[in-house]
């Protein structure tokens, strides 16, 4: 290993578990042994991208090929393997299947779930896909603004197309005979059990599973209130009878079939993970050249997937309270709405000219996502 390339492994951010020169080997090792290139070597390695839940670098071969490489945030104890492996199929099924033709996802060369290699992590060698993220909304013009809103429909319509599954869960291994099915329901953290057959047996299983809590975590409390775990404050009596009655509601709970059809979800359309072609930046039609960071993606029913992009929302972004409002019940589908700015007078603050100073912009953010949302949902309807 050359010194230039270790002085660039000593500069990079990493996780302290994890061994960026075993990365380059495992990288190094894939290229010989599957490509049979045994006299290629790591030029360069340098720093991505970082998310949630993975780091992502980028390696330069002797060759002037290129790919990405993209280690978990989480250690041992909080790393789920069986969701990574989800992740992968999930998107060699979006390659693979002919149903995305709309959707570019990277390939996917090698990958571990392990810690015990050279990398002393799991990872995951991919292609480098070309283009770039884009900034906040706030700082594109209004002309890109719509650009932006065209493309992410576009997305979100091409996952709304149904799905040769008939579980809710999420994508496993192929079986032996090379054919995908669903598993259990995952996010990168959590199992909620599963696959399930319908919405019914998940509303159950989940209300099992709550109840479930409560049997391991409420039954040894000094007092009948739940005082430290609801709010509202609930005593057991209350969430006895709230049990019944969610439990019996589920079976008359029947939605319109055309909400049913089992579509893929990916959890986090936003600016990190949708890369742009750099040259349609400054024109009004952006073009997507990748969808990254498929991690939790799930099978779900249609009406499971209405959620705006995070982009547009607006939840816990609020510059202040505004009087009157209700905040204490989170608006995870429909986002509260500003549309106006009210009498500035009123905004909290000393003086009028350090009210305008502090919350305009913020309070001009808001309310144009209003608008967004609307021309989003236009969009949405006519793809």
């Known amino acids: ?36 290139l045994p006299s290629l070597s790591c030029n360069t390695i340098s720093f991505l991208g970082r998310g949630s839940y993975n780091t992502v670098y980028k390696l330069e071969f002797s060759d002037s090929s290129q790919l990405a490489a993209s280690v978990p945030n989480h250690d041992e104890e909080d790393f789920n393997p069986e969701a990574k492996r989800s992740e ?31 990398a002393c992590a799991p990872y995951v060698l991919m292609e480098l896909v070309p283009g770039r993220t884009l900034a906040s909304l706030s700082k594109l013009s209004r002309e890109q ?17 149904p799905v040769p599954f008939y579980r809710i869960g999420s994508i496993k291994d192929c079986d032996g005979f090379g054919q995908r099915s669903v598993g259990p329901f995952m996010t990168m953290t959590k199992c909620f059990g599963g696959p399930y057959k319908s919405m019914e047996d998940l509303w159950r299983a989940q209300l099992e599973k709550q109840f479930l809590h409560v049997l391991q975590e409420w039954c040894n409390l000094e007092k009948d209130v739940f005082e430290y775990f609801c709010d ?29 059809p089992l579509v893929l979800h990916h959890p986090d359309i936003a600016f990190r993970n949708v890369l742009f072609d750099e040259s349609s930046m400054s024109s009004g039609d952006l073009k997507i050249t990748g969808l990254i960071d498929w991690g939790g993606a799930q099978i779900l ?55 305008l100073a502090e919350y305009s912009s913020d309070i001009h953010r808001v309310i144009s996502k209003f608008y967004l949302r609307a021309y989003f949902n236009v969009c949405y309807a006519k793809e």
């Open 301 to 355: 029913p249609l009406m499971f997937t209405a959620k705006y992009p995070d982009d547009l929302r607006t939840d816990g972004q609020y510059p202040f309270d505004k009087p009157g409002w209700d905040y204490s019940e989170d608006c995870y589908t429909v986002p509260c709405d500003w549309t106006s700015t009210g009498n500035p007078s009123q905004w909290p603050g000393v003086t009028l000219e350090r009210k």
């Open 232 to 260: 509202p404050e609930c005593t057991p009596q209350m969430f006895a009878e709230l049990f019944q009655l969610l439990s019996s509601l589920i079976p008359h709970f029947q939605p319109p079939k055309s909400y049913l």
């Open 145 to 161: 603004q719509l650009s932006y809103i065209k493309s992410i429909t576009r997305l979100q319509a091409s996952l709304s197309k």
């Open 88 to 118: 992968i199929e999930t998107m060699r099924f979006v390659r693979e299947s002919g149903l995305y033709p709309n959707i570019p996802v990277p390939r996917i060369y090698a990958f571990e779930t392990t810690f015990t290699n050279p």
């Open 1 to 36: 290993m050359s010194p230039e390339l270790q002085e660039q492994i000593s500069q990079l951010k990493k996780n302290e578990w994890v061994d960026l020169k075993g990365l380059i080997s495992c990288a190094t090792t894939y290229i010989a042994t599957s490509l049979g």
